[in-house]
């Protein structure tokens, strides 16, 4: 549907209505309409163009009172009120992502324009009138994102499962009065309620819960049969419009007691659908009929128009805008032949709204064949700027060809302008397939995200807001999930994908001083050097050796034998007595801390903020010499970095102001054993014996390498897809490749109490030592003494490459 040639205006629309555009608003938008022809005018959506009206275009000039009215829809939902099964997501009433519908003018004269019908008069007279509509009233609240699942791991799932959307609240057994209003009812007629629920918890399976609905005093209780544990429910109840009061009403949702202690149902909404008289509110009314009753070659009458200037539309069964209607003494009148489900939508002209202008552009085609880069940074246009210089730094110190992807340009290509996270994956498949080679392999995400679309947590617990800007995909969420286009069922990564989860153009620069001070600092001691961290439940023995046991694997088998030979901290928790970093001085635990390691690796239980050996902040991490650590938690939840309303470890490593990581990488999920005893060791031997030292390619080359050694089990494929890596992925770990000899004018000692004139040597000690790259190599050293140009003594030793001194 693009034409790469064409402008086009990127419009938004988040509730239904009729929208109107003027000459004043493309001028403002510095559209010139000196050239456009009106009768070119067309309007897209989802890829295809949709009828609209266009006032004074048969002149072919777009003038001061001319202007484009079209009717626009909502985002919403898909078959809200049923309920979902394996393997369906759940069925909300808006769309997932977001309420705004988005729709793309153009004035291609290459396009025939598509116009709106106009409903005119008949040439007979209907016999019959329509008296009432259906209407609804909604009522629902999105206060958590949580859910009943019957399996924990299955829960660690980025995609968004049968069951798992944001809900309202819980109900135990008994009974909750939930208010609705109602006006103008029709009386004697068919109203129904629902009430959208899912059990929540329960000790028991079978007939685990039993719900039933009543309306204000009646006794009556309707839809009262139970269900099983782990499902969904549309509770209905069918009653006369006669037990309805105009105003306020209740809904009594009732719980009963089953065979179960625990008896639990959350709820999602609630909403009453009545028969309410065809009467307009404030000259606006949209009214839909669903009953077979009013089918047919019908008037329709609504009541209560103040104003003459009318535009009514229908928007069923494609759109047409009426103008065969009359007023007389307040009330609108038109013929239309009805079916059920058919929807019209009535407005004052005074009171028509403006679409959401956001902007104009050409699409720069993304998946052309013509494009060549290596590296992707995709971004919001609040960070564009800063990107470019960003860029300019990767380029010249990494020797490699860069695109900077502004992420609107993904969902307009690749999602028809909607907000979601799908079309990133969507549009990096396309970059691999149609791009010259060499082919893109690092993604760098920049810019902050969160599952919390609506911003829930903003709304009803006052959390500071949380832009999306570029989003991840599910919940937990999963970036790495963006570069997985297989469909074998084995999660394999086929790029080298990170985030920097930046919120403002402080942190940004914050992680770029980071990056270049890290590649510019010289190899020293630090580069040598490597932390571990070993935790557990303290009353547990058993789990605290087997989790050091992993780490003193990581020691003595990959990073203190050769070619690495490095020196490992350790510190672990221990029972006896109860400590959380072994049994060492403070003074030794605090130097350890604070000179590092070119990897700082935690296996333990933690959270979102904490590791469970007290570790709760970064400034405990804080590197006392200014070095940046790759920095690993193996556990739960710390990289979960798309929270509405805390920030995660791994974004307070990154970006904060006492971070200073040049990588973190952790689990948006809640982390498990297996995993956390079994990466590591794969991980670490990628960088150190196998030479991965680009600390993205060895993170998806491990998690490949974890598929094909332990098999791709739910809990592999989980961890896979959400353990994620942060800070940027072209960064590689300075991990000595040569061999680095180090000696000062301190490394040679002269004991004063061996100096004896009587004899004709001098004992003397050489101290010297390895920071670099351990080979079976030998080297010379050689010793001279000089007096009055003359050398008094010349001799040189081979010694073999020490480990480290």
């Known amino acids: 549907w693009i034409n790469f040639n064409t402008t086009y205006l990127k419009l938004g629309v988040a509730s239904d209505g009729v929208y109107r555009i003027s000459k004043q608003d493309l001028i ?44 626009g829809r909502k985002n919403w939902g898909d078959k809200y009120r049923e309920t979902s099964t394996e393997p369906e997501p759940y069925k909300n009433y808006l769309n997932l992502y977001s309420d705004t519908t988005i729709y793309w003018l153009t004035w291609d004269p290459s396009l025939s324009p598509n116009r709106i019908d106009s409903l005119q008069q008949f040439a007979n007279l209907p016999q019959d009138t329509i008296k009432y509509y259906n209407e609804v009233v909604h009522y629902e609240r999105d206060h958590w994102l949580d859910y009943s699942i019957p399996s924990l791991v299955d829960r660690q799932n980025p995609e968004w499962l049968t069951n798992e959307t944001w809900v309202w609240g819980q109900q135990g057994v008994g009974t909750v009065n939930r208010t609705f209003t109602v006006s103008d009812v029709y009386p004697n007629s068919n109203a129904e309620a629902f009430y959208k629920i899912q059990s929540f918890a329960s000790n028991g ?73 065809l009467k307009a509110i404030n000259d606006s009314l949209k009214f839909k009929f669903d009953e077979q009753a009013n089918s047919g070659f019908k008037y329709i009458k609504v009541t209560n128009i103040d104003s003459g200037n009318i535009i009514l539309y229908k928007f069923s069964s494609g759109l047409k805008r ?48 013509n494009i060549q880069a290596e590296y992707i940074l995709i971004t919001h246009p609040k960070f564009i700027q800063k990107s470019i210089e960003y860029l300019s730094f990767i380029q010249s110190h990494y020797n490699v060809v860069t695109k900077l992807i502004n992420v609107f340009d993904i969902y307009d290509q690749y999602n028809y302008g909607f907000f979601s996270p799908k079309p990133i994956r969507e549009s990096l498949h396309s970059a ?57 069922g084995a999660p394999i990564p086929q790029m080298y994908i990170s985030r920097l989860p930046v919120n403002s153009i402080e942190e940004f620069d914050r992680y770029f001083a980071v990056h270049k001070n890290y590649v510019n600092k010289p190899y020293n001691e630090f580069n040598k050097k490597y932390l571990l961290f070993s935790s557990g439940v303290n009353n547990n023995p058993n789990e605290l050796a087997t989790l050091k046991s992993a780490n003193d694997y990581v020691d003595t088998v990959i990073v203190s034998p050769a070619p690495t030979s490095g020196i490992v901290r350790h510190l672990y928790k221990m029972t006896n007595p109860i400590r959380n970093f072994g049994p060492y001085t403070n003074e030794q635990i605090k130097k350890y801390i604070g000179e590092g390691g070119v990897f700082i690796s935690y296996i333990g239980h933690s959270g979102v903020q904490i590791w469970d050996n007290g570790i709760s902040s970064p400034v405990q991490l804080k590197n006392i010499n200014g070095n940046h650590s790759l920095i690993s938690d193996w556990g739960c939840s710390t990289g979960k970095f798309a929270e509405p309303d805390i920030k995660a470890f791994s974004e307070l490593f990154i970006t904060g102001p006492d971070g200073g990581a040049i990588n973190y990488n952790g689990n948006s999920s809640l982390g498990f054993t297996s995993t956390a005893i079994s990466f590591p060791k794969i991980f670490y031997s990628k960088i150190l014996n196998e030479g991965f030292t680009n600390v993205a390619e060895a993170h998806a080359l491990s998690k490949i390498d974890l598929i094909q050694q332990y098999g791709a089990n739910d809990v592999n494929k989980i961890f896979v897809l959400t353990n994620t890596l942060f800070g940027d992925p072209i960064v590689s770990l300075k991990v000595p490749s040569k061999p680095n000899l180090k000696i000062s004018e301190s490394d040679i000692i002269v004991d004063a109490s061996t100096i004896d004139d009587s004899k004709d040597y001098l004992p003397v000690t050489i101290n010297y030592s390895n920071l670099g790259r351990v080979e079976a190599k030998s080297f010379n050293i050689k010793v001279m003494d000089e007096y009055r140009d003359s050398t008094v003594y010349d001799k040189t030793f081979t010694k073999n490459l020490p480990l480290q001194s």
Not at 445 to 466: I, M
């Open 205 to 277: 399976f079978i007939d685990a819960h039993k719900i039933g609905l009543s309306i204000n005093n009646d006794p009556t209780v309707y839809d009262s049969s139970a269900f099983n544990k782990y499902q969904q429910r549309v509770v209905k109840a069918s009653f006369n419009s006669n037990l309805l009061n105009g105003g306020n009403n209740i809904l009594k949702t009732i719980s009963f007691p089953t065979n179960t202690t625990i008896n639990s149902i959350a709820y999602d909404w609630y909403e009453v659908e009545y028969p309410r008289y």
């Open 432 to 488: 691999f397939l149609n791009w010259k080679s060499p082919k893109p392999k690092y993604v760098f995400l920049v810019g902050d995200a969160t599952y919390d679309y609506y911003g829930n947590k903003t709304k009803y617990f006052s959390a500071p807001e949380q832009i999306n800007y570029v989003p991840s995909f599910g919940h937990p969420v999963s970036d790495t999930w963006f570069t997985i286009w297989n469909s074998t």
């Open 322 to 369: 009426i103008t065969n209607y009359t007023i007389n003494q307040n009330t609108l009148v038109f013929a239309d032949t009805v079916k059920r489900g058919d929807a019209y939508y009535l407005i004052s002209k005074n009171k028509i709204q403006k679409p959401k202008f956001y902007y104009t552009k050409k699409f720069n085609n993304l998946a052309g064949n």
């Open 28 to 71: 403002n938008l510095n559209i010139s309409t000196l050239s456009i022809d009106p009768r070119n005018f067309n309007l897209f959506y989802k890829g295809k163009t949709i009828p609209i009206f266009v006032k004074g275009e048969a002149d072919g000039s777009f003038d001061n009172n001319d202007y484009i009215e079209f009717f």
